[in-house]
């Protein structure tokens, strides 16, 4: 019989498990170094493979017209990530969390549905540049790299198992791979400079009223691909794996690096978006090839250039972008989820259920485009990654607007609230995001019609459908806005009423026992308990196998008959010590077993202990404790064992009935 370590408990620390876990040296150039981390895991999020697809759509297709796009983006990025470090580290709440304490309970629901979206639509980006990463490396089947990138799950699990500097490390790495690959693939292009400048300045395309449509659209979706919402509630909690001193003085030093931090990793993530963008401007714009898929794109940069490397280099950085990317798909759902609904799920079912939700969609892709070509395949593929950024943009001003709002209060932020001229750059940022969203939903609404009635059919499902969907998201969105400014929450709120404190007497005790030795600490305390309320001690061990569960107590194999004896030398030993005892088995499945034998007994309290799996081991046998939880109406103790602490058993004894 096996319990798990892990709690339904709402979490009151962000990213729990790794939470102050990282030791800041008092002085000199190691303390820098400890805070260095977190931007970069967040930065990868400003060049997965999402990026690829819409910075080499627009160098192809508008040249350098839209490279001011990506420096309005990085500076986009370069204001508001520190935002998110400061409401982090001032306040230790993560933007999930703020947003769960200061909005209605059906807005947070809200707010969280279009996070999750916004988290489904990266690992989307994420699975599509690995497939096809995969698929230009070696050759394979894109059915096989949905395989492939559906299993990077249980190594991301291993890795995170190592503590969060690991992380950081290895996505450095990645992002060095990235980095390195296109400074070679610059070298090969051999931009004209002054061209690349130039790019710097505002404009669209405005050749005719379609082109202008078309970049308006491919800019909107480099803006949902830099600027990430989903990164924005995720470095509010990295800040915090930080161990820094928790005074004024000490979270403005933890300001100060984390900005210094965010400085390097962000503009060296733009380094990489404008490196693509050069690069497609100038192996396909000016050779007049306007690339349609990353497939093309990797078969282009060889013809042109006349190197099987430029090719390589780039499917290489393709396929680090990817896993670099997913290296923070996770920890970012884990602060959503935690933060929003404070529902705590296994690190890998979470992982799972957000990749099957990226997965479906490019599975679905590749089937309709299975009997077509390779590049019908390649470009239904670039199509969802362009639009899986778009989805990304729809969700960011639901994620900036809170985030400047509670960073601008000062009663929250205390000295840490943004300053005037912070707030003057800030609000018209979020103005800007939401005016390009609403300008992207009028137009690709009037796209869709228009091939709608191209094909026959009647515009008006597009307005009918698509329609109320905006307005219910505008709508949304004005709450968002104006609701912290109607709910003028007091300084000091009122205090709630002390709760009434009923007498508690519990007549009957149950403990699940494993009688292997590691009972000690777990007997000592429901034996404590048992003692206070003078009530009946009920030990429980349930008989595990196929035999067991098939037969009952019928069951006549040797280890039922021995832990038959063992459960009643424990009972006369327990008795001995002057508490009332009634040992019981249960036979098969052990959480259905203790939920009968409690119901069965009468039971007030269910005390079971935990022990300490790791990985595998508690992915196969942690299994007990949330059904308990789930399916009982009783108080149930979970007492973490001494053995899972790496204590010794109290006494020192080999089994449990040594020492009650």
């Not at 995720?234 to 004024?248: C, E, G, I, M, W």
């Amino acid at each position: 019989m096996t319990t798990e370590s892990h709690s339904l408990n709402p979490p009151t620390l962000s990213l729990e498990e790794i939470h102050g876990s990282v030791p800041i040296p008092p002085r000199g150039w190691r303390r820098l170094l400890a805070f260095t981390g977190p931007a970069f895991l967040v930065s990868v999020g400003y060049m997965d493979p999402g990026n690829w697809g819409t910075d080499i759509e627009a160098g192809s297709k508008f040249g350098y017209q839209l490279m001011w796009i990506l420096l309005l983006s990085n500076a986009m990025a370069i204001l508001l990530q520190p935002l998110a470090v400061r409401l982090g580290i001032a306040t230790g709440k993560d933007l999930a969390q703020a947003c769960r304490a200061n909005y209605p309970r059906s807005m947070g629901a809200v707010l969280w549905v279009l996070c999750e979206i916004a988290i489904a639509a990266c690992d989307l980006a994420e699975v599509i540049g690995t497939v096809i990463a995969l698929n230009l490396l070696f050759g394979l089947p894109y059915l096989w790299g949905l395989v492939i990138a559906a299993a990077d799950t249980f190594v991301l699990l291993a890795l995170q198992k190592h503590g969060v500097r690991l992380l950081e490390w290895v996505t450095l790495g990645l992002i060095l791979v990235i980095g390195g690959s296109f400074c070679i693939e610059i070298v090969f292009a051999q931009p004209v400079w002054t061209d690349v400048v130039k790019g710097f300045l505002p404009g669209l395309d405005t050749t005719n009223p379609e082109r202008f449509k078309d970049s308006l659209y491919v800019a909107i979706g480099m803006l949902g691909a830099t600027v990430m919402p989903h990164n924005l509630y995720l470095h509010s909690a990295l800040v915090q794996t930080r161990s820094f001193t928790q005074t004024p003085a000490g979270k403005r030093l933890a300001c100060r690096f984390n900005l210094y931090d965010s400085m390097l990793a962000l503009n060296g993530a733009f380094f990489v978006n404008a490196a693509i963008l050069i690069l497609s401007v100038s192996t396909f714009f000016v050779h007049g090839h306007e690339v349609e898929t990353l497939g093309e794109a990797h078969r282009l940069l060889g013809a042109v250039w006349g190197t099987a490397a430029a090719s390589a280099l780039f499917a290489v950085a393709l396929l680090a972008s990817g896993q670099s990317s997913t290296l923070t798909g996770t920890l970012a759902g884990q602060v959503v989820m935690e933060g929003f609904v404070h529902l705590r799920l296994r690190p890998w079912v979470r992982r799972l259920v957000t990749r099957l939700l990226a997965i479906v969609p490019a599975l679905f892709v590749i089937a309709l485009t299975g009997h077509g070509s390779a590049a019908e395949a390649d470009q239904g593929l670039l199509a969802l990654l362009v639009l899986s950024q778009v989805v990304l943009s729809f969700q960011l001003p639901f994620a900036i607007i809170p985030l400047v709002h509670f960073t601008s209060d000062r009663r929250r932020m205390g000295e840490f609230a943004n300053g005037g001229w912070l707030k003057a750059l800030a609000w018209p940022c979020a103005v800007i995001v939401v005016g390009l969203n609403a300008a992207l939903i009028v137009l690709q609404m009037d796209k869709w019609a228009a091939d709608l009635a191209a094909g026959g059919g009647n515009p008006f499902w597009i307005y009918g459908t698509v329609g109320p969907v905006a307005l219910a998201l505008a709508a949304s969105l004005a709450w968002v806005t104006v609701y912290p400014w109607l709910a003028r929450r007091e300084e000091a709120p009122r205090a709630a009423p002390l709760p009434a404190l009923p007498p508690v007497r519990y007549q009957r005790i149950g403990v699940a026992v494993e009688l292997e030795g590691t009972d000690d600490y777990v007997l000592a305390q429901a034996a404590e308990l048992a003692r206070i309320h003078q009530a009946q001690l009920v030990p429980i061990h349930v008989v595990e196998g196929f035999g067991a569960a098939f037969h009952g107590p019928a069951t006549d194999a040797a280890e039922s008959r021995s832990d038959r004896v063992r459960i009643r030398e424990l009972a006369d030993h327990l008795q001995r010590h002057g508490l009332t005892v009634r040992g019981v088995l249960g036979y098969g499945q052990p959480a259905d077993e203790l939920i009968r034998i409690a119901q069965e007994q009468h039971l007030d309290l269910l005390v079971v202990g935990s022990h300490g799996h790791r990985f595998l081991a508690d992915l196969a046998l942690g299994q007990t404790v949330a059904p308990l939880l789930h399916r009982l109406h009783i108080p149930v103790l979970v007492v973490p064992s001494r053995q899972a602490h790496g204590l010794p058993p109290v006494g020192g004894g080999r089994d449990a009935q040594k020492t009650p």
